[in-house]
């Protein structure tokens, strides 16, 4: 694990995401910037001191010099936006297969560069885009590809937050403050870190690319050099239209976010704080609640669930989700064998493209007097 | 009342709002532009044969004829939206108070010209926005003006119907026929019908004013004239911001019209599918469920209930609403007293101009390429 | 109407649900004991001073005494449960057919011998146990009917109040006053007047009787005479089981009565908070929401409902609609025609005397150091 | 860890959850009564050959038999129940701490027994009813210890399944299997396997003990041997009431456990289909929404939380809770120092003496004609 130190909410998520189902295990971290504070989560994690390192490079060069069946397989990487991209590149170049978590990189040029380094090393390679890791949104995706909503008309997606409904970045959040810092998220504030994952949620449930989008995107906590809150005018390949929400200063909203899509024969509905459950909706019959964990799913809403119904799975699980995907992946590269279908379903390089591009233009189209804007990578 | 012959629907919420309360009494009507079937109608309504009329002419006329103590003291016209100005306009010129269905008149010009008779003729006049009717949505607007969200900063509002989702107006369905007629509905489709609910809403409860929008406005099931679906980006005078989604092709959706308002301190939301319930939320502190009926509401609230708490009210009670705070206004303009406060909070000839306004402007956005326009009367 | 003087909550739900369809009208009335304030009701109702009476003997006779079309054709009996017997009975022999407020008596005696006036005088008699009157109610029963469920297994019921947590009988309550007074109410408190609802509610969707009870009775506030919380075990004739559940000390309640009904193949669940909705459960497949208004739901569901989906109707509609069947029947019997069979689905004389053999059985098993008490009439 | 081979639901379960925080390791496994079977899952879980052994009896010896820092500090028993006692007591005697899947032994004499083998050898035992994991469920607990409902009057708790809504034992189903017979679960089988659950989480949210029970026990699959439904009236020490309620057969339910207490000045509900929110109910004021992950919450509620409000935690890691405590309580006994206060709540041998007490109880008083039969122990 490269970042992942004592105050990082996302790195703890990785850990215990990864070792959740046994599927893998943290040898070797470089955890901080700081060689003493890395060492320090090492002790904390119990790890052999001689694979806790002061820094990425030496970790990838030590853990790469290291015979083959000890060094590590993959890599996560979970440090804030801008220190994504060398210690991916690098881990890539080096051979090792890598958990990036999201957005993909500082800006779109990055992100093309690693999807090249991703393609050209023939890796796995998966983006935590944690909510296509629930098992009622890959039933949602199956529900679109089955035809049963028919040619898609509308996709809704909200992700409300109110986190940041203060200037809590001139405390001494560290969460707040890399992510309100324009040096360290990049371009966006809200729209990359919450955008971006219902951006790829939409895209993902519907099966559909984003054509043209009209943001209108707010600062509106005073002082703030990044976007906190925004609204986007959606169209889709094909003729569906659609909005994007996300906010972070919805006072006493969670972290609720929310996905409604409706074709010609139906519509369904996914809700963050009811996870377990999607809503199909009919015209002329009555709606119908499918749960996780039931028998009548798809094969890959049971391959991404671990209890009976009625038993709920959370966010940890729907991370873990991704993780014990890129670990068959993985484990199935080394045995050389293929990888089933459904294991490959996780976020990746492609995805992670798409994501930066989002940033982009939504960023161009909130500053645009013109209505619409075209989204083209 | 003018209009609301056999196969009206809004015609018999009209009737059930006035009687429920035992405030009103229906006794004289021009149901229909066919006086046998105005006629047929009336006998249904065990009206006197005498009173029930070929045209709205001809009662304004009779009924302006009879001695004081006999004629009618307010007409209700629950016409399709081609028919709204002129019986409105000829009944307040004859001296009396009016009851108006939504959107107000045909056309903005219309609009204006009524607004000018209302105030010339001091007149009562009310415009049937039924949801500013709930318990509720006043409790909603109580808590804004108490200052309990701090200043505003979001306003989202959505509308969502699928009962358009198919070409209905192919078919016998008069509801629909007339609703996808720009010869009777106006410039709008979806946008008056039930756009014209949500905005009202948004500045009823908020107290703000929609200073400019953005809207894409879409036509989606194919041969249709008018719009049935839209999403509209908004800026309020005061610098708050928002989303108003209003659509009629939504398979499987009712009418759950939801309204969210978030401020500084606090935010709301409520939801036509559970209409007596307002959710209140803060950044640090439970959530709260305040519900109709019970002792801690604010005056007006309690005044807009009938039941106690855990008796659910609905849609024609809020409706009856509108009827019984005009009906007391009526009655006091009659004893020669003033009428409460909280009896004059129904919707009236000012939101009437607005609504209209309301599709101009929408329908002028959705057509142009410049991102924002200037909401202005 | 006999009873419903100005501080009385049913008798203002009787008249709004009596006039709310235009079906029936207040023609005269016997509000109160004292005359004085029966007349001064009679005024605010706006009636005919002549036809406001001093006492319910006085209305019976003198409006016997008018002419066939001038007369009454029905009465609304709203008085406290120990003047219930007498107005009915009297109002039976002189012709009239009755409404009247649940319980139907002060004891089991009375309610057979007025089981015996309405089979003798072939006459129509309402028991308003408003929640049968809700269309989803009446979806439910026939869901029961056409075997969705298959064999009824397990049958819960819960009526849960929180009202009289404290003594609001030693304010000036007077709701609470006659309730908690065993001269007034009867034998049983919470058990008479929100146990029979309940009871009711049980046998009408399930089409069961109840065979044997278990009771725990309780007085939970000191001071009180009568039970004001109690938990019933059910057996059913054919096996089923169950449990009833009434209180009206659970503080925070409002009146949210439930009903849970499984079988082999299925279940239903209905709740008071959400009266439009009715959840249908399967072992094998996704849970279904039955909704108010819709087109696929029964005949006897669509006739008790006035509003599209989407616009909830809730109490008094509820309320209304047993008015509504009993005006239509009683219409009917004046035309000389029959009724439909779907106008006769009101709770009537047979409905009243289990639910006062209820509250026999259940206080004597709620004394019984016997588990089982076999109720028998 | 003892039982939890490859069909076992509840082994996999405690296997995640004692992994999940990364607190535990595991390192040796007797996990079937087959060593062959045994040694095929102790390869899947990729344990070291020598550390998975053919048997408890030789897994205790030899662990043992290793030096300190080598053996397990714990051990895992997830057998069915029974063979839950010996080997627990076995583990006990040789000084390991224990967890045991619940109910706690075949019956109440082993389980007496096993109460003293704990409190002989001073060893940390958990029981592992999942639900009390919840962090708000043990908020719950401390809204209560705080007085906010003020004196407890009704404890009313549910929990429903319907997997066992016909003959599933007859089909080659091995969870359903041993649980409907006698040989292995013992004199109760769904008031064993689901009731226990409830009856635990009534006592230790309330802090009150059951007094007197009045059972309705049923066998309702036709064919069975053990209870698959039953309802049983309760009485607490200091007066409450209330009503436990755990069925198997109730088609189309999944797990959706459900507790609501009432006390003088409010009242509170959870259900494990939202187990992330408590709801805080009041006679004179709003119901409050307490949800997971907040700031406002109490120490214990937190500390059983690992991801920020709105990233829903779920069943394995309230189990996981269970195994983070009772882990923390050994590391902290290896250390030499003394646990928490709050790392010490999780349940133990008392609540499993308890929990017997409760099979016996109920068992004995659904065959019993008097009433009330005396919780005693």
């Not at 893998?24 to 320090?40: H, K």
């Not at 990425?56 to 220190?83: G, Q, Y």
């Not at 993909?104 to 909510?131: I, P, R, W």
Request: glycine share 10%; hydrophobic share 40%.
């Amino acid at each position: 694990m490269i970042g992942g130190g004592p105050d990082a909410f996302i790195g703890a998520v990785h850990r215990t995401a990864a070792i959740m189902d046994g599927a893998m295990d943290l040898v070797c971290g470089a955890f901080s910037s700081s060689p003493d504070r890395s060492r320090e989560m090492g002790n904390l994690l119990a790890l052999s001191p001689e694979r806790v390192y002061g820094s990425f490079t030496e970790m990838i060069e030590k853990e790469k010099a290291l015979p083959d069946n000890m060094r590590m397989d993959a890599v996560s990487i979970v440090t804030p936006n801008h220190l994504h991209f060398k210690p991916a590149k690098m881990a890539l170049e080096a051979g090792f297969h890598v958990v990036l978590d999201k957005p993909m990189t500082f800006d779109l040029t990055e992100a093309k560069s690693l999807k090249k380094a991703v393609e050209k090393n023939g890796l796995y390679f998966c983006l935590t885009h944690t909510y296509s890791g629930y098992p009622m949104i890959k039933e949602a995706r199956q529900q679109v590809k089955n035809g049963k909503l028919g040619t898609i008309r509308k996709i809704f997606v909200t992700y409300p937050q109110g986190w940041l409904n203060t200037a809590l970045e001139q405390t001494e959040n560290k969460q707040a403050s890399w992510r309100t810092d324009p040096s360290k998220s990049g371009k966006a504030g809200c729209m990359g870190d919450i955008g971006t994952h219902a951006f790829n949620l939409a895209e993902y449930i519907s099966g559909l690319q984003v054509s043209k989008i009209c943001a209108d995107i707010n600062i509106v906590v005073p002082g703030r050099q990044l976007d906190d809150d925004g609204a986007v005018l959606l169209r889709f390949e094909g003729g569906a239209s659609g909005v994007l929400i996300a906010s972070q200063v919805l006072a006493g909203e969670e972290n609720d976010l929310t996905v409604k899509i409706y074709g010609e024969t139906g519509g369904l509905e996914w809700k963050h704080s009811d996870p377990n459950t999607l809503l199909m909706k009919y015209p002329d019959k009555p709606a119908e609640i499918w749960r996780a964990g039931t028998g009548y799913l798809s094969a890959v809403a049971k391959h991404n669930t671990r209890t009976p119904s009625g038993h709920p799975e959370g966010f940890l699980e729907a991370f873990a989700n991704h993780y014990r995907n890129f670990g068959l992946c993985v484990q199935a590269r080394i045995n050389g064998e293929k990888p089933k279908e459904e294991w490959l379903d996780f976020p990746g390089v492609e995805e992670g493209v798409r994501g930066m591009a989002f940033i982009d233009h939504v960023i161009a189209s909130g500053k645009s007097e013109t209505k619409w804007t075209d989204f083209a990578i």
